[in-house]
């Protein structure tokens, strides 16, 4: 989306990227979303906050906020107007935390706006809190307490234990490489926030067992040109849990049909070969309610890499690269016993060919690393509105396919 560039009286086109990261439990459990407008001032850079808050009311007005978050949680970061209740929030209230940046806790009025927001029953986060003057005025009344653990600094320990003193909940910020989480743990945050898979996670070096390589068989099958039916239809009949939520999807209200199907061939004819490979990966990562965020997290990938490509294939690299990160299985192995082909082998084991440039973009994107975005030649806010537009559909899904309650 373009917008107007008032700062200097000038025309130049600015853009507007939205960004959303998870903030998940020290298990990966998901506590919440973090959403942030960023306004692109058109030659690299980001336009400071205060300037731009009239902006991002605006993107707020827009936001259908429980298709970004489901039933969690989300932390959007305060303007002014959203603080002292000028600009309805966009969703219910005990479930918003609006995040008070720098800027703003140097305001005069700071403690008053914050004051307001909390007796209409919002909560608040300090962001980017490094211990100034202005940010411990706040910390009494801050719910939550972010700390950028990617800063190198002997203080982090002494800002985490101020924190708690105080009350608040720790979020390590930018905790998006084992090195970053291994330290948010030492330190003992509450939460950590970055991508929901690291690109080099901790390698498991498990096994495989009996049902997951079937999962992997079925996958093989479908990433091919030309697909055998008849051999999808005898894998999925041969696991009688990836049976079962076949028929349970296809038979859920998201289809909507009028009679019952009791078939399995009939319902992996009906659901078709997307969906059939999201429920290989839904029962590859065991998908239950407490791992929807996880599911919602790779399906998210998978159809924003879909997006970014242009091209089916690009599902299938997004699906692998996620659950690789998941299981902790090297992408090679995952290759290995897929059988994909040599341009998704080749987008999953260096980031080239015509679906590696997608999948490196999305990774960079969901690290909130505008500058990786841009090495990949796409541009940060095509590649945010691809993304945010997966969010709905790849939840949408992943309800259908975790067994049990949403969450």
């Excluded at 849990?241 to 319902?267: G, W």
């Amino acid at each position: 989306m373009s917008v107007l560039n008032e700062r200097t009286g000038t025309n130049r086109a600015s853009e507007i990227a939205i960004l959303r990261q998870p903030v998940v439990h020290p298990d990966r459990s998901v506590y919440g979303y973090a959403v942030r407008v960023n306004v692109l001032d058109g030659v690299g850079g980001i336009f400071p906050e205060p300037e731009v808050e009239h902006l991002v009311d605006i993107e707020y007005a827009r936001l259908d906020v429980e298709l970004l978050a489901g039933d969690r949680p989300i932390l959007l970061r305060a303007t002014t107007r959203l603080l002292s209740g000028d600009l309805v929030a966009p969703y219910a209230l005990h479930a918003i935390v609006l995040e008070v940046s720098p800027a703003l806790a140097q305001r005069d009025d700071a403690a008053a706006l914050v004051t307001a927001a909390r007796e209409r029953g919002l909560r608040i986060a300090l962001a980017n809190y490094r211990g100034t003057a202005s940010q411990d005025a706040l910390l009494p009344l801050a719910d939550l307490v972010k700390i950028d653990v990617s800063r190198a600094s002997d203080e982090l320990a002494t800002l985490v234990d101020r924190a708690h003193d105080a009350g608040g909940t720790v979020i390590a910020e930018r905790a998006d490489t084992r090195d970053r989480i291994h330290l948010g743990r030492q330190l003992g945050v509450d939460l950590l926030q970055g991508p929901m898979f690291q690109r080099e996670p901790a390698p498991s070096g498990r096994e495989f067992s009996a049902g997951e390589l079937q999962c992997l068989e079925l996958m093989q099958l479908l990433s091919q040109a030309h697909i055998d039916q008849a051999a999808v239809v005898r894998v999925v009949s041969s696991d009688p849990e990836l049976a079962m939520r076949v028929l349970h999807l296809v038979n859920s209200s998201s289809y909507a049909l009028r009679r019952e199907i009791d078939s399995v061939h009939q319902a992996v004819v009906l659901v078709g070969p997307q969906q059939i490979a999201a429920l290989a990966m839904a029962s590859l990562i065991d998908a239950r309610p407490t791992s929807l965020g996880a599911l919602w997290a790779i399906l998210t990938r998978a159809l924003a890499c879909k997006g970014m490509s242009g091209d089916d294939a690009g599902y299938t690299v997004g699906l692998l690269s996620s659950v690789a990160s998941q299981l902790g299985v090297p992408p090679a192995e995952l290759v290995s016993r897929t059988g994909v082909s040599a341009d998704v082998a080749s987008a999953l084991l260096r980031q080239e060919g015509p679906y590696g440039q997608a999948l490196a973009a999305v990774l960079a994107h969901e690290e909130n690393d505008l500058d990786g975005v841009r090495a990949t030649g796409y541009e940060p806010h095509d590649v945010a509105r691809v993304y945010l537009s997966a969010v709905p559909q790849a939840l949408a899904t992943a309800s259908s396919l975790s067994v049990g309650s949403r969450y």
